[in-house]
């Protein structure tokens, strides 16, 4: 039997070129068949075509074809972020240069759980991490300094998203202000963080009220008594709104409260001179959610954890060692169990290394900028047509609307039939006691025609 041929060493590159042009044809293949930014037919048909694509899961003998015709139908089967009709959430289309670098990571395959298993990718990391914390934190905290390795300089660790951030965004302010801190957010918080204090043991959070879809100080401060950890949001998933975080701040300091800032929707302002302003107030925080597969165009995963003072994260710690014995690292070997609550896991910051160093600031904020300017069109598109209605000007690039006069159980079933015919994917959003469609904007190269277009498809679907 030959043994099939390895990613990386002498033979790898020879035997990934064929490799990459079968997936490269399935997927294109597999786009062609589909049609649409979505498969037609809904779960049933969706999952009979995949079921024959697949057939028996482990041959006995294996099917040299398996790689083409499994890219083919997942592409067959996917909702492909990149068309312009796609637009329900925050799910990007990644960049190109991001997806090689991505297949970078895979071949070489460091697990950075260790330095002997991530000599370069560790180093690269620290490098990316103390470079993106200090986009958020331009104010470093006092007893800083200006030292490069002073334990109190912002920092931030590589996550899988805004999920794992904000847990551990939880987790250290337990560590810091004990078990008895209570986490007290909006209703408008994502659903990851009282999850997160249920999961952590903490006392259940108090939500507050949000009925205008942002955290109101005033409601924040007569909620604080004792311990407590704040949780704003800047850009929310349903609306993409942003919580007055200079005020937040304030209250957190006058009550001795921790601050978190979940920025995993518009921490991507962060890259904009235009947008930039909206986060007045996020380098306050003692900890912020970030989120590169958002409004980053990374490919998942590509989460971030900011801290204000890097030496909250000694909470972390942890020694095992047969990957970080303690005379290793008084030899100087870095120790990279502390930088996740994970063990083995993926360089994913290669990928966000080589599109911030292939772009830059400006060719970042100009991604930024174009769908925020989309979504201010898309906006006006809906407010000059007679038959929508508006819910709000974006804050971001999420717009909600519906078709005026509709029924919440109309405007539904409108998303589920342009989901079912594979046309379009439109997201769904509750706010002031009713139910809207949601765009999401997070396509570049989306053009007016574009924006006009699926409103028009959405017009003729609405039942009349």
């Keep these: 039997m030959n043994t099939p041929p390895l990613a990386s060493g002498p033979e790898g590159r020879d035997a990934l070129r064929p490799l990459l042009d079968t997936v490269l044809d399935a997927l294109g293949e597999g786009a062609r068949l589909r049609g649409g930014p979505l498969p037609a037919g809904g779960p049933p048909e969706v999952a009979e075509r995949m079921q024959a694509a697949v057939g028996d899961v482990l041959p006995q003998e294996g099917d040299p074809e398996a790689l083409w015709r499994l890219v083919r139908a997942l592409a067959e089967g996917s909702a492909d972020p990149a068309a312009p009709f796609c637009a329900a959430h925050l799910h990007c289309p990644p960049l190109a240069v991001a997806a090689a670098a991505d297949l970078a990571a895979s071949v070489l395959n460091p697990s950075m759980d260790s330095w002997d298993q991530a000599p370069a990718a560790s180093e690269l990391e620290a490098l990316m991490t103390h470079?993106?914390?200090?986009?958020?934190?331009?104010?470093?905290?006092?007893?800083?300094?200006?030292?490069?390795?002073?334990?109190?300089?912002?920092?931030?660790?590589?996550?899988?998203g805004g999920t794992e951030s904000n847990q551990l965004a939880l987790l250290l302010a337990r560590e810091t202000l004990g078990p008895g801190v209570r986490l007290v957010c909006g209703e408008n918080a994502h659903y990851s963080l009282p999850r997160s204090a249920w999961l952590l043991g903490l006392p259940a959070p108090v939500i507050v009220p949000t009925p205008n879809g942002t955290l109101d100080p005033a409601a924040l401060d007569k909620a604080l008594h004792g311990p407590s950890v704040i949780a704003a949001t800047a850009g929310t998933t349903d609306s993409g709104l942003i919580d007055p975080l200079p005020e937040i701040a304030r209250l957190c300091a006058r009550h001795r409260a921790r601050l978190h800032i979940d920025a995993a929707y518009g921490g991507g302002l962060l890259f904009s001179t235009r947008h930039r302003d909206k986060l007045t107030g996020i380098d306050t925080a003692d900890t912020v959610t970030l989120d590169l597969h958002k409004l980053g165009w990374q490919p998942v995963a590509a989460g971030l954890l900011a801290v204000r003072n890097g030496s909250d994260l000694t909470a972390l710690h942890q020694r095992a060692d047969y990957l970080n014995a303690a005379d290793d690292t008084e030899a100087g070997l870095p120790d990279l169990l502390g930088r996740s609550l994970r063990t083995t896991r993926r360089p994913d910051i290669l990928k966000i290394a080589v599109t911030l160093k292939t772009l830059g600031r400006t060719g970042l904020g100009a991604l930024v900028d174009q769908v925020c300017e989309q979504a201010r069109e898309f906006a006006?598109?809906?407010?000059?047509?007679?038959?929508?209605?508006?819910?709000?000007?974006?804050?971001?690039s999420t717009v909600l609307f519906r078709p005026a006069s509709a029924t919440d159980d109309a405007v539904a079933a409108v998303r589920r039939k342009l989901l079912t015919d594979g046309r379009a994917v439109l997201g769904r959003a509750r706010a002031a006691h009713r139910l809207w469609l949601k765009v999401t904007l997070l396509n570049p190269t989306t053009r007016p025609a574009d924006l006009a277009g699926l409103l028009h498809l959405v017009e003729g679907t609405t039942p009349r």
Aim: net charge negative; proline share 15%.
């Design 131 to 160: 470079a993106l914390a200090n986009e958020v934190y331009t104010d470093p905290p006092r007893g800083a300094g200006n030292c490069a390795t002073s334990p109190h300089r912002p920092d931030a660790l590589v996550t899988t």
């Design 380 to 396: 006006q598109l809906v407010h000059d047509h007679p038959g929508f209605e508006l819910h709000a000007p974006p804050t971001i």
